[in-house]
């Protein structure tokens, strides 16, 4: 979502809150702004579209000094414009920088209005601005009216905030939304996320639910939600500056894609030994949660949604328990009817995901016997708040549509398989078999990421399509809502998976030659009903495009376009390994379409919103 940089410190900041600002394009984003002190005024340039029109103006109309804030901003309240981009100000004293969502903003606009306050953009942010300045005017405490302003406010956020009375100062709050503090020597920086940081230092505290901090070059001060001074612990990033650069390839997605062999790789070293899954993988309690689990509850969004929906096939089939999979949005406005010793598992790539974190807090209320997260992002609030936790270890993950991210999860969600099907009479021999099929993986996405341009020469018959279906059967079901996903995420193309079964039973009704149908054809037992419901499409016209393995064969034919895989796949391996020729041919279709493959438009990466 929008991505916050500050700075704090004896040296132009300027840069290190642009080159911050650029490490965090990913987020997804329409404007971009700075607010900078210089003695006690408050400079501020904002741009309506990406970094390198906030740049062209810095270099037009340089700006220096030694406090700021900046934020690239993705709408929710106004279109946009360089009206509703951030920093937002009240006077020429108070900038404020935000993520989030303030859900009683119109009620403290009208009160504002009342007071005099007058209004420049149709933002929530703009309200903040106002208000601390109102406090300000009554306390003369620039920390103290910003924590009176955040008692006021309702919904979710991440507050960076500058008083040009004030001008060595930045004051931060959180509730809902991320930010962390980047401790240097004589200087600090805030953040939104560990990666816009990196260049200029290691070492991180991060804010609990709650938490005000008064940043200062020398010092930080944190209150926790009662006003109590309070200690956080600072904590080294193992991410090193460069790791999340391009480097050869064309775009962050190509270069996901292709790195997915090692980050599966880095999820499964050191969880599995002598045939067997370790444990201590999920952490330290693990072994008692697990023996006492009788049912599975996943809860997630998107992507993640997806691995959990391949997950529930491997676990009610190799651990004969109940898994129930559910959209995190969805999960948080029902009541969950939880049966006894049933395990809680959130996935997610950021781990910042709204959502999924409203839906972790919920279920900790409820009769879960423990919560589990799995994500990528070890500083984040779904695995600070989560009683166990499996990293996947993927690595950064910068292109918007996830990619490494989900074979991750499907990896670390086969290790949790495996651990719970050992309790539930999966034998010895059994365990053996398939964490060597688990260990056989990453050799095995090598070989079918060969198929990279046979699969670019397949995209050209999408590049002028407007529509097009994914099927599968069984756990490829969920694999082909992966696939449809990509597509229309990157591509823009209309986009949508059913269960191969299901396209009688209406879907049928779109299908021509225009309407490509993807297809996921492993060798395995619904195979014969999957060729069965194909003949359906080319009976009605549609063009079938096939990912098979090497063993199935579909005839020579007209209107079918058959993608061997490089060689036989098992079935416990099957949804990791069909998964990369699906994320080639949306990439291969975006570049030919010209879209903006790493950022796609109105998405974000981290969505930090309801």
């Known amino acids: 979502m929008c991505g916050i940089v500050g700075a704090v410190a004896e040296r132009n900041v300027v840069p290190i809150l642009m080159e911050g600002l650029r490490r965090l394009e990913y987020r997804g984003y329409d404007s971009a702004g700075i607010a900078i002190l ?24 340089p700006l220096q000094g030694t406090t700021g804030i900046s934020h690239t901003r993705w709408a929710t309240h106004g279109a946009p414009s360089e009206n509703n981009a951030h920093p937002h100000m009240s006077g020429q004293t108070i900038a404020v920088v935000h993520n989030g969502i303030i859900e009683n903003y119109e009620e403290l606009r009208e009160d504002l209005k009342k007071s005099g306050f007058e209004f420049e953009s149709e933002t929530d942010t703009e309200v903040i601005a106002h208000r601390i300045l109102l406090h300000l005017k009554e306390t003369k405490d620039f920390p103290a009216a910003v924590r009176a302003t955040v008692a006021e406010l309702e919904g979710a956020y991440a507050l960076a905030v500058l008083s040009a009375d004030d001008p060595d100062t930045i004051v931060l709050a959180r509730a809902g939304c991320p930010v962390v503090i980047g401790l240097g020597i004589g200087e600090n920086f805030v953040a939104s996320d560990v990666a816009a940081l990196l260049p200029v230092t290691r070492k991180f505290m991060f804010l609990d639910e709650g938490d005000v901090a008064v940043v200062r070059r020398e010092d930080v001060t944190v209150y926790d939600s009662d006003g109590k001074e309070v200690a956080r612990p600072a904590k080294e990033s193992e991410l090193s500056a460069d790791a999340a650069e391009r480097g ?18 880095r999820t499964l070293d050191k969880r599995i030994a002598n045939g067997k899954v370790l444990d201590t993988a999920f952490g330290a309690k693990a072994n008692k949660v697990l023996d006492k689990t009788r049912g599975v509850h996943i809860v997630a969004c998107g992507t993640s949604y997806h691995a959990g929906l391949i997950a529930r096939y491997w676990i009610e089939q190799l651990c004969k328990l109940p898994c129930n999979v559910e959209i995190a949005s969805e999960y948080r406005y029902r009541s969950p009817v939880v049966p006894e010793g049933t395990l809680f598992i959130t996935i997610s790539q950021s781990g ?3 959502d999924t974190l409203a839906a972790l807090r919920l279920a900790k209320e409820i009769d879960y016997i423990s919560t589990l997260a799995i994500c990528n992002v070890p500083e984040s609030s779904l695995v600070r708040e989560s009683e166990l936790v499996m990293m996947t270890n993927a690595g950064p993950e910068i292109g918007v549509a996830s990619t490494k991210a989900f074979t991750t999860q499907l990896a670390a969600l086969s290790l949790l398989t495996i651990a719970l099907a050992r309790r539930n009479g999966l034998e010895e021999e059994q365990e053996r078999m398939l964490v060597t099929q688990l260990a056989e993986i990453p050799g095995l996405i090598e070989q079918v990421l ?23 059967r069984g756990v490829q079901n969920p694999v082909a809502m992966e696939g449809a996903l990509k597509l229309k995420e990157i591509s823009y193309i209309h986009a949508e998976a059913y269960a191969a079964g299901e396209l009688k039973h209406g879907p049928l009704a779109l299908v021509d030659e225009d309407m490509p149908v993807v297809a996921v054809a492993p060798d395995d037992e619904l195979l014969e009903k999957l060729k069965s419901n194909l003949q359906e499409v080319r009976a009605r016209g549609g063009e079938l495009y096939v990912f098979a393995d090497p063993r199935v064969q579909f005839g020579d034919r007209v209107g079918i376009h058959t993608m061997k895989m490089p060689v036989p796949i098992q079935d416990f391996q099957a949804p990791i390994i069909y998964t990369i020729p699906l994320q080639l041919l949306a990439y291969h279709v975006a570049v030919l379409k010209g879209t903006d493959i790493d950022q796609p438009r109105n998405l974000a990466k981290s969505v930090t919103v309801e």
């Open 38 to 61: 210089d003695g006690k005024v408050i400079n501020r340039i904002r741009r309506l579209g990406k970094v390198r029109e906030l740049q062209q103006a810095l270099d037009e109309e």
């Open 248 to 265: 050869k390839f064309r775009h962050y997605m190509q270069k996901e894609i292709h790195e997915q062999a090692a980050a599966v790789s």
């Open 352 to 354: 910042e995901t709204a």
């Open 450 to 472: 060969t198929l990279d341009s046979a699969i670019e020469s397949l995209a050209k018959h999408f590049a002028d399509k407007h529509h097009a279906l994914f099927v599968g």
